[in-house]
T-cell receptor, first 115, second 116 residues
């Protein structure tokens, strides 16, 4: 079974604080892919990053960084020096080689950055 | 610009009425998807299509129907059998016709459906 858990429903931080969004996944596939999406108030989901199961290197893109750990089945997302524009709902998603193109989404974490 | 266009942005349905949500993409993607989003429940897959004239049920297909007559278009009909249709509906597309799952899905702006 494929499952993604985002235990943090809502998070509030003050601007310029760092914040980490947690994502834990379950899969029986040996080849799988993990994604993060951002959903601003406008509603469209914006693709942020993809990581495959063979690549455990952490990735940094500006103020965003991602920590993939197969040992704990986690793919956490950190925003450094948060800004008001980071306020959104963030979704973690999983797809597997044997599940075709079907994605499994977590329930999302709503992040509010307070100025 | 390439992208996914959903229309209308807001839609109201009367009791016993079928309504159709439009989704068009000009990304030349083979696969298209429909999701339903309810508060606190994330995205749930309604239907998906990996090729023209073929589609599969997702986790919550009851009360919905789709067609895929053209590569660019994947309309969703919310039928009167769907008793709780009020939700935010998102359409997505991706490359990768035959599995793999490695390509990101790209999303439209969504349609918000409400009951009158």
């Amino acid at each position: 079974a494929q499952k993604v858990t985002q235990a943090q429903t809502e998070i509030s931080v003050v601007e310029k604080e760092d914040v980490t969004l947690d994502c834990v996944y379950e899969t029986r596939d040996t080849t799988y892919y993990l994604f993060w999406y951002k959903q601003p108030p406008s509603g469209e989901l914006v693709f942020l990053i993809r990581r495959n199961s063979f690549d455990e290197q952490n990735e940094i893109s500006g103020r965003y960084s991602w920590n993939f750990q197969k040992s704990t089945s986690s793919f956490n997302f950190t925003i450094t020096a948060s800004q008001v524009v980071d306020s959104a709902v963030y979704f973690c998603a999983l797809s597997g080689w044997n599940t075709g193109n079907q994605f499994y989404f977590g329930t999302g974490t709503s992040l509010t950055v307070i100025p | 610009d390439g992208g996914i266009t959903q229309s209308p942005k807001y839609l109201f349905r009367k009791e016993g009425q079928n309504v159709t949500l439009s989704c068009e993409q000009n990304l030349n993607h083979d696969a298209m998807y429909w999701y339903r989003q309810d508060p606190g429940q994330g995205l749930r897959l309604i239907y998906y299509s990996q090729i023209v004239n073929d589609f599969q049920k997702g986790d919550i297909a009851e009360g919905y129907s789709v067609s895929r007559e053209k590569k660019e278009s994947f309309p969703l009909t919310v039928t009167s059998a769907q008793k709780n249709p009020t939700a935010f509906y998102l359409c997505a597309s991706s490359t990768g016709r035959t599995g793999g799952g490695d390509q990101p899905q790209h999303f439209g702006d969504g349609t918000r459906l409400s009951i009158l």
